[in-house]
């Protein structure tokens, strides 16, 4: 909203209203008071350092800076949820690298190898990797059935400790090798090798955080800071332009 004050040359209908009374002198005497503010100019700039100098500089600033937090925030966000989609991506293909039978199975052979080690323990390396990603989340629908699938590992967690895998405090896997390559085929596999098994619940709920990053990118970024539409919709791109 702009003030235009229209100039007059004639100032004395300033004094239409004094009156002569002694209670009015003091209201008088501000009003001239005043009358010598707009003369000298005074006034002029107070106006203009109210509604100018304050509008033009001090909301500028503080656009910028919401701008630039707003910006921060959604390359914090977007870095987030691009680690979580990478980290359920690369979970998701170790525990069906497991799941594989026939001759591409890591159970191919009668007895646990280096090879059956080395599989189990990337899924071991990648299921941490989801944990350490999910601490940058903010996501409901992510955090929940990441929460899902540390459930799903508590449930197992003697069958994990039989093949040499415990669960930490953090919830986080360790794996000791000489106690896997020592345990029984039959229990690992029962873990990892069978349908409806431990690797495979871990496939389907990182499957599931994967699917919820990848919505909660899809919505990243939606609005700027000044409320319009980003150019992640293009609908969203036709409606800003009515704005």
Partial sequence: MSINITSKTDYSFLFNNLGTS?????????????????????YGKLMKAYYNMKSDKGDSSSSEKTANQTNSTSADTT????????????????????????????????????DTYKAVSAFVTDYNSVLTASDDINSTAILSRTANMVQATANNENALAKVGIT?????????????????????????????NSYAYRISAQSSMINFAADNEASKANTYDFTGAYSNNYTAGNIFSSFF
């Fill in 22 to 42: 002694k209670s009015g002198s003091a209201a008088n005497l501000n009003f001239l008071a005043d009358y010598a503010s707009i003369k000298n100019g005074s």
């Fill in 167 to 195: 669960i930490g405090e953090d919830n986080s896997l360790s794996i000791d090798k000489d106690a896997f390559l020592k345990a029984d085929i039959a229990d690992v596999k029962n873990l990892f090798n069978n349908h």
């Fill in 79 to 114: 870095k987030a949820l691009a680690g979580m989609q990478s980290s359920t991506d690369a979970l998701k293909e170790s525990a069906d690298a497991l799941l594989e039978t026939g001759k591409d199975s890591v159970f191919e052979k009668d007895a646990l190898t280096e």
